[in-house]
Nanobody, 128 residues
């Protein structure tokens, strides 16, 4: 079974940057997409971004578009999230997730219930 482990979270000042990493344990890892979600205390889990594992196509949530960039290294079974221009509203636990299913619309991958595998999360805190 696939295990995902996130790293790279921490404390950063508003306007700063962080780069999150997610490593998959399975040697033959090949999901349809890898996604990033985030969740602040008392709030719903929010879609951040996803990337198609094979083609590399990306899709971003409106709140992070233009500031965050998702990428992957298939050979290393890793996915990354470069976060720039961070603000306090970005403070949350960030989760890497994998979806094995190909869907007909990009929007379908914004639903966290479609993802079968999840990491334990890495905390990002942005100070004002």
């Amino acid at each position: 079974q696939v295990q995902l482990v996130e790293s790279g979270g921490g404390l950063v000042q508003a306007g700063g940057s962080l780069r999150l990493s997610c490593a998959a344990s399975e040697r033959t890892f090949s999901p349809a997409v890898l996604g990033w979600f985030r969740q602040a205390p008392g709030k719903e889990r929010e879609f951040v971004a996803y990337i198609r594992w094979n083609g590399g196509n990306t899709y971003y949530g409106d709140s992070v578009k233009g500031r965050f960039t998702i990428s992957r290294d298939n050979a290393k079974n890793m996915v990354f999230l470069q976060m720039n221009s961070l603000n306090p509203e970005d403070t949350a636990a960030y989760y890497c997730a994998a979806c094995p299913y190909y869907m007909s619309t990009s929007y379908g991958y914004t639903n966290p219930s479609k993802y079968n595998y999840w990491g334990q999360g890495t905390q990002v805190t942005v100070s004002s």
